[in-house]
């Protein structure tokens, strides 16, 4: 079970990964030319965040304790169903 907020930083954590492995030394070159390639069209940060405010149940910035509850049972008896 995923919720907007945990896919939002899944968004933003990977394009700081692949970030990181452009700039790190001992990465082979094949490797960083597949994370260059994968960046080019990668979302930016502002992408993510125009993504979020017209699509909150699909990404979303934060989601405050008792939305992020009340979202986790509704997609739990999604699961079930």
């Not at 899944?10 to 070159?29: D, G, M, Q, S, W």
């Not at 739990?76 to 169903?81: D, I, L, R, V």
């Amino acid at each position: 079970m995923t919720l907007p907020d945990e896919r939002y930083r899944a968004v933003v954590e990977t394009h700081r990964f692949l970030l990181e492995i452009l700039t790190t030394p001992r990465v082979p070159k094949a490797v960083k030319d597949q994370a260059r390639r994968c960046l080019r069209h990668y979302p930016s940060g502002h992408d993510m965040r125009q993504t979020a405010s017209q699509c909150p149940d699909i990404f979303q910035e934060r989601m405050e304790p008792v939305n992020r509850w009340v979202q986790a049972g509704v997609q739990e008896k999604q699961n079930e169903a």
